[in-house]
């Protein structure tokens, strides 16, 4: 199923290392890589940020709305879709148990709407189609979109990147391609085995925005990653609405079949061996390092050790440096709301005030009685309100999340700055060079900021005299029409209020979490060297014959972890495969 490199068969290199005596920091990765290859499942991946219409696009494949959509992003769990009979459908909760439920039921299980925060445990939905595709080991997955991740599901989602061997990276018009999308887009492409860029929601421009979207959208990618990548422009909508033809969605399932038709065990191989490469590049630094101690008196190396302490304690002070510009970043955002708030929030108190003078005045020919109009006046009120507001929060919502995704960003890569700047002092400590293997790590966000769905609640009722009620309608209507429309501001502006605690709530809430796998990321690596020169202090302490002996393992250990290594570039290089030709328009 794999094809044989002329040195060495990536699998059989895999297996080679795993059956070193040794312990290995990255062993339950490299197991879970190997057995991937020996399973074969390919998994596509629909990925991009939120709002994309990535759902949209897998209905559209699948020729049904069976996945929930919305303005709003609702998918909030993993659902995978295979080719199978009969057709059915399944939730995996996080308990083990297992439970079958019909098609018009996923939506309960998937969507933040219906399932708030996950709390039915649902840990992934899996989908079986008949006639999907030519082989039931290509596995197609909707994920959340970036940007709306929900924080009680970030594990999940973290451990699926891992499992990206093909990638549908689905971007939009409306917006065009972005920050979040750039930084995305770099994670996904660095693994994957292969990538496809969709260009979504091409309906709502005229025919010759498309050829500039396009164009645009192509410029973008190369300077994301330095490559070209496919890509087709389509609208899925109109697809999943009135079929393919002329859509640009056959050229994303002719790329489908060809992965299914036998090419995805190349991408598989490709991805598997992306993902291993930079795990063994790290376990060959530890070993060089390892190595290096033989040549060093004890007192050198113990030396090292202190200094590896003091280069924690510097590295601690500068991770303090990060977190309090993450932490100004994030009162930025916060400050950004207020004004966005301030100058908004007079509009739409007189949007609100003229909706409800309008249907004052609708009413004033109706004969009906106080109550009655009181309880109409009300109903608009509320009606106008939510109407206003909502727009209005997802908008907030929006800009905070990017937000919030671009100060993490920027802590993130400079934490990852300090940490090759630790493996660089080590290695210069010890006399060793890494100049020739990508020993960095991908580190993603553990806590993005979640999108929530729906508005805060707040008590828009106010007391409304019974004397009003009692007096005729003539002189009545308009002390209640009055009184409504002087307490709007202050309903408005609780009702910000709360939208403000809660994303004020949930940014310190995210923050938190990432300050604190920030300062994780730092202790691991320190962690990890340290242990390698303790080693090497055994290795200098022993007498000469079993350093002599201790050595040729080490040497061995590496040749190994070399030899996989070279498998791993081999079978990862190439580029994606350009089967789409030109972008479709």
């Not at 998937?110 to 899996?126: F, H, I, K, Q, Y």
């Not at 909707?142 to 699926?160: C, I, M, Q, R, Y």
């Not at 916060?334 to 708030?341: G, L, S």
Request: net charge negative; aromatic share 4%; hydrophobic share 40%.
């Amino acid at each position: 199923m794999v094809p044989e490199h002329p040195r060495r068969d990536l699998a059989t290199a895999l297996e080679e290392v795993l059956a070193l005596p040794d312990r290995l920091s990255g062993r339950a990765a490299l197991e879970e890589e190997l057995g991937k290859l020996r399973r074969g499942n390919l998994n596509v991946v629909v990925v991009g940020s939120f709002k994309r219409g990535k759902s949209t696009l897998l209905n559209a494949l699948i020729g049904r709305p069976l996945l929930p959509m919305g303005v709003v992003p609702v998918t909030a769990l993993i659902t995978l879709i295979r080719s199978g009979e009969p057709e059915d459908a399944h939730v995996h909760f996080a308990d083990g148990t297992i439970r079958h439920i019909a098609m018009d039921q996923i939506a309960d299980f998937v969507s933040e709407t219906a399932n708030p925060e996950n709390r039915l445990g649902v840990e992934r939905v899996d989908l079986r189609l008949p006639n999907l595709m030519r082989d039931a080991r290509v596995v197609l997955a909707d994920t959340p979109g970036s940007g709306s991740v929900f924080k009680h599901n970030t594990e999940t989602l973290k451990a699926w990147f891992g499992n990206i061997d093909a990638a549908l990276f689905v971007v939009s018009t409306d917006p065009p391609i972005g920050e979040e999308d750039s930084r995305l887009l770099s994670e996904v492409a660095e693994t994957a085995g292969e990538v496809l860029v969709v260009l979504n929601k091409i309906d709502r421009l005229r025919p010759d925005e498309i050829e500039e979207s396009i164009s645009y959208t192509g410029r973008a990618v190369e300077a994301i990653l330095g490559r070209k990548l496919p890509l087709v422009a389509c609208s899925a909508r109109e697809a999943l609405e009135a079929g393919p033809e002329g859509t640009g969605l056959d050229r994303i399932a002719e790329w489908l079949q060809e992965l299914a038709g036998g090419r995805g065990e190349q991408v598989l191989q490709r991805a598997v061996a992306r993902r291993a490469a930079r795990l063994l590049a790290h376990e060959i630094a530890l070993v060089e390092m390892e190595s290096a101690g033989a040549l060093r008196s004890v007192a050198d190396l113990e030396e090292a050790l202190h200094q590896l302490e003091e280069v924690r304690s510097e590295l601690a002070l500068r991770v303090r440096e990060v977190k309090a510009a993450f932490d100004a970043g994030c009162h930025d955002l916060e400050t950004a709301f207020d004004e966005r708030a301030r100058v908004e929030l007079p509009v739409l108190i007189d949007k609100i005030r003229g909706s409800i003078r309008k249907t004052a005045d609708d009413l004033s020919a109706d004969s009906s009685g106080m109550i009655r109009f009181q309880r109409e006046i009300e109903a608009e009120r509320d009606d106008a309100v939510r109407e206003a507001l909502e727009p209005f929060q997802r908008e907030q919502e929006e800009k905070l999340i990017g937000g919030f995704a671009t100060v993490t960003e920027r802590s993130l890569s400079r934490v990852n700055e300090l940490v090759d700047e630790a493996f660089a002092r080590a290695a210069r400590l010890l006399g060793v060079r890494l100049d020739r293997f990508d020993v960095r790590e991908s580190f993603s966000m553990e806590s993005r900021l979640e999108y929530r769905v729906g508005l805060p609640k707040v008590n828009l009722d106010y007391i409304v005299e019974g004397l009003f009620l009692l007096l005729p309608a003539r002189l009545g209507r308009p002390m209640v029409t009055r009184r409504h429309l002087r307490m709007i501001p202050e309903a408005l502006n609780r009702q910000v209020g709360l939208i403000r605690a809660d994303l004020h709530e949930r940014l310190n809430e995210s923050g938190f979490s990432f300050k604190g796998e920030l300062a994780r990321r730092i202790d691991t690596a320190i962690d990890q060297l340290e242990r390698a020169v303790r080693r090497g202090v055994e290795l200098a302490a022993l007498d000469q014959e079993k350093a002599s002996v201790r050595l040729a393992e080490l040497s061995r250990r590496r040749d190994t972890l070399e030899g996989a290594l070279s498998a791993c570039k081999a079978a990862g290089s190439g580029d994606d495969h350009g089967i789409v030709g030109e972008a479709a328009p």
